[in-house]
């Protein structure tokens, strides 16, 4: 098999969030929309209210690793937005349902 033709039985999106009030709950929409959908890792940062730190999140089947790894940039763009990994076939809007809560 082409390595190539491997890529083909997976897919990838973005699901834009707004700004995020409660890391916690994200967390769990995360969880179960993993547990739901057959996502095989879900990645991104999160603008969380109130801070003026970046949130990493990190899901890799069941385990999710969060935190605050730096200050956002003078001039980055605050913004949350989560890459959705899985093998091909994902219910995208689904999965942005969930995870928007």
């Known amino acids: 098999v082409c390595s190539s033709d491997l890529h083909d039985e997976?897919?990838?999106?973005?699901?834009?969030?707004?700004?995020?009030?409660d890391p916690v709950a994200i967390e769990t929409r995360i969880r179960a929309v993993?547990?739901?959908?057959?996502?095989?890792r879900i990645k991104g940062?999160?603008?969380?209210?109130?801070?003026?730190r970046r949130h990493v999140v990190q899901c890799v089947g069941a385990r999710v690793v969060r935190y605050y790894d730096r200050p956002w940039?003078?001039?980055?763009?605050?913004?949350?937005?989560?890459?959705?990994?899985g093998e091909a076939g994902l219910d995208r809007e689904a999965i942005g349902r969930a995870l928007k809560g």
């Open 34 to 40: 993993a547990a739901a959908h057959d996502v095989l």
């Open 45 to 52: 940062f999160l603008d969380v209210a109130g801070t003026d």
């Open 73 to 85: 940039g003078k001039d980055e763009v605050r913004r949350s937005a989560l890459v959705v990994i």
């Open 10 to 21: 997976f897919e990838s999106f973005v699901v834009e969030l707004g700004a995020i009030a």
